[in-house]
């Protein structure tokens, strides 16, 4: 077993697959402060889904 140096962070996403690029915090994108870490493709995700939800509401 190989243990990580860095912060054992997961993504939130990852039991949905398709993990990559860094897992880091991010902010919510559902407007909320809450903070969740995140890799970058679920974040980009994350990011595409509020936009095309905000602009549903609009
Ligand atoms: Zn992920």
Do not use: N
């Amino acid at each position: 077993m190989t243990v990580k140096e860095e912060l054992d962070l997961v993504c939130i996403d990852s039991r949905h697959g398709g993990c990559a690029g860094e897992v880091m915090y991010r902010e919510s994108t559902s407007g909320t402060r809450a903070t969740a870490p995140r890799c970058d493709q679920h974040h980009a995700m994350a990011m595409e889904r509020a936009e095309k939800r905000t602009r549903r509401c609009r």
